[in-house]
């Protein structure tokens, strides 16, 4: 139950300004964009602004490399800002290290980010020899960052994670793979089995971000719409900043 949100008013720690971008999704130009609107709004800003990155930054876009390079500058640049881990880096990771077994991620959008790698005909080799190749081309900076990320933060009355959490269950006994894929059992959860955090999570696009009061989506189809975004947590506000 949310019998310790006041009624939903949850509250961000004090004097942070926490903005948690949703799926990228290759979509590098669109991070360019979207970072540039935080940029300009931190100018006028009083609290510490703290980034929050809810998974999903590989593949169906064109530039899953620029991705990477871009949120490994950020991590340079902030290096309090928080990347967590979606499916589709656990399904390119999984690649990797059998792609016999994942072969399915070439039809996620994985091609899509062996292109942007260099890599050539995805759809025509072997996928132990796409596996060798990408292994070759993907730099040491980039197989750490994603062997890195986490599954989940806490922030205050804040929950954030990729795909959500199985209702019921604590936290410390939740499951990876409910956490990156849980779609429609989390989404449509009584009262009485959710967490007692608002849960900020992407993984489910949708038209328009969705406060829904115990859980905030902000997938909101960068690679199918050109919108990418985040929701702006700041003492017990909320709001939405979009490309």
């Known amino acids: 139950m949310l019998k310790n949100l006041f009624n939903g008013r949850a509250r961000a720690p004090d004097g942070v300004r926490l903005y948690a971008i949703g799926d990228i999704h290759g979509c590098a130009e669109l991070l360019d964009r979207l970072m540039a609107l935080i940029a300009k709004e931190e100018a006028a800003a009083t609290a510490h602004l703290q980034l929050v990155f809810l998974g999903d930054y590989l593949d169906r876009g064109p530039d899953s490399l620029g991705v990477l390079d871009r949120l490994i500058a950020v991590r340079k640049a ?55 190749d990408i292994a070759e081309r993907l730099p040491p900076s980039h197989l750490a960052f994603l062997q890195g990320l986490e599954l989940f933060r806490v922030f205050g009355d804040y929950l954030f994670v990729h795909a959500g959490v199985r209702p019921g269950v604590p936290l410390e006994a939740q499951e990876e793979r409910d956490l990156l894929w849980i779609r429609g059992e989390f989404h449509h959860a009584p009262p009485e089995a959710r967490p ?47 490309t």
């Open 78 to 132: 902030r290096p309090d800002s928080i990347f967590l881990k979606g499916n589709h880096e656990a399904g390119f990771l999984d690649f990797l290290k059998s792609p016999a077994d994942f072969e399915e991620w070439l039809h996620w959008g994985g091609a899509e980010t062996l292109e942007s790698y260099g890599v050539e005909r995805p759809w025509a080799r072997p996928v132990e020899d796409l596996a060798a």
């Open 196 to 242: 007692d955090k608002v849960v900020v999570h992407g993984h489910q696009p949708t038209r328009n971000p969705v406060d829904a009061g115990w859980r905030i989506g902000v997938d909101t189809g960068a690679c199918f719409n050109g919108r990418l975004t985040a929701v702006v947590l700041e003492g017990e506000t909320r709001r939405f900043v979009s």
